[in-house]
């Protein structure tokens, strides 16, 4: 048996047996991985904290045969306040839900660790759907689905200052309104895909918040298999 130290962010856990629970770990160093922890449904347990959803922990693992179970654990951050606001608790579950959708089991995903934790982070002392925009862009475009957001791929024109815009879900890129065809898009889900990417001419509004979590909800269901059911329920919540 080999002991493995890992950091890592409690994704989702499930119940098993009558005191255990199985969770899922998004590790900097090994990628998702599945590890049972041990009597943590029991009063008093001293490693309840580890099986807490959003919890960001130094996770040591004994492996035995490729699989995992939680021997100790030391606590980096809890992102307590996820767990006190409604919006913020659902917002923090679109997170993990779509870090789940968009990893693979052993798969090295660093870029996708570091971006789960800024976003949890940022969602804690701000605007979580702010921070939540920016999360998905971030997590698409590394799983190799990136959102385009310049100018129109058909005829050039600057796409910052127009009103109704097309998105194409095959290619993620934004077009005019007469030189794309299929799904529509407003200016205010463009202009904020834009402030959460950091560009100058982005501006983000609640109304354009709420339409461009809808599109890259409706885009991740295009191209994964994410049901997105937390994203959804946060999506109804604002
Ligand atoms: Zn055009």
Redesign the pocket.
Known sequence: MDNVKVNALMLRATDYLDNDKILTLLTAERGKITAGIKGVKKAGAKLKFAAQPFCFAEYILAERGGRYTVTQASECESFYELRTDVNKFYAACAVCETAIALTYEGDESGALFSDCVRALSEMCSGDEGFALVKFLLSALRGAGYGVSLN???????N?ADAEKLRFNLDTGTF??W???AGAGASGSTFKTLCAADGKAEGEATDDGKKRALKLLKEYLIYKTDARCLSLSEYIKLI
């Open positions: 100018h129109c791929p058909q005829c050039g024109a796409l077009l005019c007469d030189c794309g």
